[in-house]
């Protein structure tokens, strides 16, 4: 099979018809084998009977079913594991990414060799202040964060080769950072293709300033689990060694300076009277609990067993 389409959605039964027969198109001009999946993240609108009547229509059309929302991140999951797909393509439901970019997105994995293509949505149709302006702040932070050069992280038209989907886990908040996922996964070669941006031409965004503030959030989670996932003893252990050298040594220092005082009959005062003893003290405590911190992660990442994140309420093969 050519290509996995991926549409995770909430609430779009008014866009769905509209969009499939859009994709119809292009596949059939383009003579592609494919699936279309569309995972409901939970709908309370007509989404899902709209899905189960596209279905029933044609055989190529595939859908899961959550039974709450569970979040972006976690319908894409979901929807990597079931593709089949050489090339998987994933797009959002309410008609701002277009279909007609899949071919050339499928030709940049195929013939070019990229095993992940990003959308870069150059021209935006948002508000500058509440959208535009805080993207370009978060892609900026992305890049220098991650060391991986796209303009657009957060596009929701990408391209995968199917192992790379198969060999990254997609969690909490982190579809934002696919790209950056694959990279710590040893799939280096990822490209970017600028795409048409098109207004919102039914309902409304279901993403606030807050995704700014959750996508900084998890930028910073995903650069401490791409350099620190797999070994927390090497930064907690070293961090809290190095605190429980300093206070040891500074409560040494008070101990033989009294000592030293007391041998010469020179003035002196109670340890427990001198500021610096204090501060020794918790200098120690935190050494020793980040120690302990990092110990513990090391045999938590040892017995850790996969979570459910989600549950699927019905699904169409």
Not at 89 to 102: K, R, Y
Not at 234 to 250: D, Q
């Amino acid at each position: 099979m050519n290509l996995s389409i991926l549409i995770p959605l909430l609430n779009e039964d008014e866009s769905l018809k509209e969009l499939y027969s859009w994709i119809i198109s292009v596949m059939k001009s383009n003579n592609y084998s494919y699936e279309v999946i569309f995972i409901d993240d939970g709908s309370t609108d007509n989404s899902w009977s709209i899905i189960e009547e596209l279905a029933a229509e044609d055989t190529n059309v595939k859908g899961i079913r959550f039974m709450k929302n569970f979040g972006k991140s976690q319908a894409l999951h979901a929807g990597f594991k079931k593709a089949l797909g050489d090339v998987v393509i994933t797009m959002d439901a309410d008609l701002q990414d277009s279909p007609e970019e899949i071919p050339d997105l499928y030709n940049m994995i195929i013939t070019e060799k990229f095993d992940l293509v990003s959308g870069w949505k150059k021209k935006r149709y948002d508000s500058v202040v509440a959208k535009n302006l805080p993207s370009k702040l978060f892609n900026w932070a992305a890049r220098k964060t991650s060391g991986v050069e796209l303009n657009d992280f957060n596009c929701g038209l990408k391209a995968y080769k199917n192992v790379v989907i198969k060999n990254i886990e997609v969690s909490g908040e982190m579809h934002r950072y696919i790209p950056v996922l694959a990279k710590n996964a040893g799939f280096g070669k990822i490209g970017e293709k600028v795409v048409q941006h098109q207004a919102r031409k039914y309902g409304e965004t279901k993403f606030g300033m807050e995704r700014f503030i959750n996508g900084f959030l998890d930028l910073i989670t995903i650069w401490f689990l791409s350099k620190f996932g797999k070994r927390p003893m090497h930064l907690f252990g070293a961090m809290g060694s190095v605190m429980f050298i300093i206070g040891f040594l500074l409560a040494g220092y008070i101990g033989v300076m009294k000592l030293y005082n007391l041998y010469n009959n020179l003035p002196y005062h109670l340890v427990t009277s001198n500021p610096w003893f204090f501060i020794a003290l918790t200098t120690m405590v935190l050494g020793t609990q980040l120690f302990l911190a990092g110990f513990l992660g090391e045999i938590i990442l040892r017995t850790k067993n996969n979570e459910e994140r989600y549950k699927v309420s019905k699904e169409i093969n």
